[in-house]
């Protein structure tokens, strides 16, 4: 694949996930693809505790 393409497909992946995530999680989707590391605590645990209770 060239660099094209897979820009392509990381941002239709990038669109489906964030179609699936509740709109305040949106912009987390978008730090991760710019390289930069989401401040997950400002989220005050909603996200956290809920994927930890998929496991739990």
């Known amino acids: 694949m060239s660099g094209e393409q897979v820009d392509g497909a990381l941002k239709t ?4 996930v964030k179609a699936k995530l509740p709109e305040e999680y949106q ?3 978008d ?3 710019a390289g ?3 401040d997950l605590a400002s ?6 505790d809920k994927v930890k209770g998929m496991f739990g």
């Open 13 to 16: 992946v990038a669109e489906f």
């Open 31 to 33: 730090s991760l693809l």
């Open 27 to 29: 912009g987390i989707v």
């Open 43 to 48: 989220l005050g645990g909603g996200l956290l």
């Open 36 to 38: 930069e590391t989401p």
